[in-house]
């Protein structure tokens, strides 16, 4: 079965980086756009980056050049590099993967941004 594991969160302070990846598993990596959501406690889920099957990307207005998407059909791997971090980046970060009427989420890697 499909399975999407997220890892590379943690406690970071303000200004630090991070790099998340979600390792995929039981399905067809590369043609599936890959996207990275983020659910902060008693928000929505929104979401933060998408790069799809041909590698294009975009990015949530609020990201501002701060994050960058990228895969690794390779290794069916997906990973978000998060920089400059702030306390409102802390949040839940979710992978999700989609093809056609097909979707799938990890089970989520939590980010705290905090001095």
């Known amino acids: 079965q499909v399975q999407l594991v997220e890892s590379g969160g943690g406690l970071v302070q303000p200004g630090g980086s991070l790099r998340l990846t979600c390792a995929a598993s039981?399905?067809?990596?590369?043609?599936?756009?890959m996207s990275w959501y983020r659910q902060a406690p008693g928000k929505q889920r929104e979401l933060v980056a998408r790069?799809?099957?041909?590698?294009?990307?975009n990015y949530a207005d609020w990201v501002k050049g701060r994050f960058t998407i990228s895969r690794d059909n390779a290794k069916n791997t997906v990973y978000l590099q998060m920089n400059s971090l702030k306390p409102e980046d802390t949040a839940v970060y979710y992978c999700h993967a989609e093809f056609v009427s097909l979707g799938y989420w990890g089970q989520g890697t939590q980010v705290t941004v905090s001095s």
């Open positions: 039981g399905m067809t990596f590369s043609i599936y756009r």
């Open positions: 790069i799809t099957s041909d590698s294009s990307t």
